[in-house]
């Protein structure tokens, strides 16, 4: 499996309080000047592209609360090798930075969704911005951020009723859009406890009680159709599939029911510039500190081949790690 694709936290701080993210109280943030700088960043990605990433996504935190995301944008996909940009949001911003993003050269977004019921997706955040986020989902669709993809996180007692999954579904149906389900994964004490979980297999089932046989998919004009059109499975977590006669696809990522460690091919680097091959890696590798302590281009590039080859070694089921916030590490 080749290693070429960054997930990249530009900041842990968000605008959100998502029950299974990043709720109250739990109010900690790295200092400002921890956070990874504009020309730290450009560095990082540029020595990257030259060790062989291609794709970059923005994440966080949310990505677009950081002041200078578009300038970030247009100098990332300035750089020799990076083919593809995408960025992870909840929307909130969406609608007046979806177009300058766009020019910038991001190429596609996922958004977060959780419920198309404002008062359940109230419930879940912490805020009452849903009508905020399905504007961004529109402008993001309109200015061609596409396949314009959204994440839903169903938690037990929250969203995880037949009512709530479908119509998170229909927004597939009626819109060229791919829902994409993705299976909760506990990870600390301040989120939900580990028995909110809900298997995709239930998911799944209460969308055919509507929909009948779902049928395997991919995203349109997506880079992840890796595999060819018989897969349900691009290079990403998520298999793909279509309710019939719809407009969009509808995603499965599973990674608590089942794992991907063999085809996964991404790194992730946190705001606070730490490197992790995994998730759920103990350890992580202070790039910054390398950065900040004047290490030359030369020495760098071979830091991260050498954490590149080593990937292979970190897996979900040899990376024990207990406690983590998604947030902090960009999920
Ligand atoms: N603020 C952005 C957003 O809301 O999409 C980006 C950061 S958020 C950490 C990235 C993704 O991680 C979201 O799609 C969110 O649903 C997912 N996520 C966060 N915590 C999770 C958890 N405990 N289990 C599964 N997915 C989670």
Partial sequence: MSIDCLR?????????????????????????????GFEEIV??????????????????????????IIRLVRELAAIAGI??????????????????????????????????????????????????????IYKAMAVELTPVKINSVIIKGLNDSEEQIAALADMSVDLPLSVRFIEYCPTNRSTRPAT?????????????????????????????????????????????FKAPGSAGTIGFISGRSSTFCSSCSRLRLTSGGKLMPCLYSTHAHDLKRLIRNGQSD??????????ITEKAN??????????????????
């Fill in 83 to 136: 083919e593809d940009i995408s960025v992870t949001t909840n929307g909130i911003f969406l609608e007046s930075l979806a177009a300058g993003l766009k020019t910038a050269g991001l190429q596609r977004v996922n958004i977060s969704v959780d419920s198309t019921d404002r008062k359940t997706y109230e419930r879940i955040t912490g805020h009452d911005l849903l009508p905020a986020v399905l504007e961004g």
């Fill in 8 to 36: 990249l936290s530009v900041t842990d701080r968000c605008n959100l309080r998502c029950v299974y993210c990043h709720p109250l109280p739990d109010c900690s943030f790295i200092e400002p000047e921890e956070i990874l």
């Fill in 314 to 331: 970190y897996t979900k089921l040899n990376s024990p790690k207990e406690e983590f916030s998604m947030c902090k590490i960009g999920g």
């Fill in 196 to 240: 909110d979980y809900v298997p995709n297999a239930e998911v799944r089932a209460f969308i055919e009680r509507k929909y009948g046989p779902l049928v395997g998919a991919t995203p349109r004009g997506c880079p992840e159709q890796a595999h060819g059109p018989a897969s349900t499975r691009g290079s990403g977590p998520a298999d793909y």
């Fill in 298 to 307: 030369l020495q760098i590039r071979g830091f991260l081949r050498r954490i």
């Fill in 43 to 68: 560095r990082i990605v540029r020595l990257f592209a030259e060790c062989g990433i291609k794709k970059v996504r923005l994440t966080g935190g949310e990505p677009l609360l950081r002041r200078d």
